[in-house]
């Protein structure tokens, strides 16, 4: 059985590899980014109906001025971000397990979402709400990843386009022999960024961590 290696930042990429291991995956984490707060201010909260989360790290960095946001209630993608959300004194609507194209398409039409997300982010298809993006944090590519060689032979999750494109850089970079090298990627769009020369790229049937880890452990030889 193959490893499967796990390039999202901390604190996501060890609960990644928790999840792997009740799989009966044997994980390793090889982070390509860490994530940090950037500066925001907090709107007026008569402009909005409700918060749309669809990462933890808004609100693990968004920092004191999350509590002027506090009586909106969240629309949030995965268990993970709403039980941060909860953890934080905010009251969740919903919880969409399939991305956000999902949430959106469950909850009510016309909501005036302020969305809190990251400087880089991934755009719904399409939203019947009115979607204000406002980043309160970002994820910085780290200049130098050791030991990025134990990519060779294995299976390597990607979470995001941003992360399939560094991965593929980093590795040429490098001289890594990604010929033998399985690509599992959380969405089409993550699959075409990691590009080519790996023995194989597969996307996730949805865009969830469940999907991908079925995905990977697929690819690493297990039974999902």
Excluded at 2 to 31: M, N, Q
Excluded at 174 to 202: F, H, K, N
Aim: glycine fraction near 10%.
């Amino acid at each position: 059985m193959r490893r499967l290696v796990i390039v999202r930042p901390e604190p996501g990429a060890s609960a990644t590899a928790a999840a792997a291991a009740k799989l009966g995956l044997d994980p390793v984490v090889l982070p390509l980014f860490a994530v940090g707060p950037v500066a925001w201010q907090a709107p007026d909260v008569r402009g909005f109906d409700a918060l749309l989360l669809t990462s933890a790290n808004a609100i693990r960095h968004g920092g004191g001025a999350l509590a002027k946001l506090r009586g909106l209630p969240v629309y949030a993608v995965g268990e993970a971000t709403a039980a941060q959300a909860r953890e934080a004194g905010f009251a969740v609507a919903a919880t969409g397990a399939g991305g956000i194209d999902s949430l959106l398409e469950r909850i009510e039409p016309g909501l005036r979402l302020l969305h809190l997300c990251g400087e880089h982010r991934r755009h719904p298809a399409s939203a019947p709400q009115a979607i204000t993006p406002l980043p309160v944090y970002r994820s910085n590519a780290l200049a130098e990843v050791a030991r990025l060689d134990r990519i060779a032979g294995e299976v390597v999750a990607i979470h995001s386009p941003r992360a399939g494109a560094r991965l593929a850089e980093l590795a040429a970079a490098q001289g890594i022999d990604i010929s033998g090298t399985a690509i599992a990627a959380i969405s089409a769009e993550a699959a075409r960024a990691a590009g080519r020369g790996w023995q194989s790229v597969a996307a996730a049937d949805e865009p969830s961590e469940s999907c991908l880890l079925a995905l990977a452990a697929r690819l690493c030889n297990k039974s999902s």
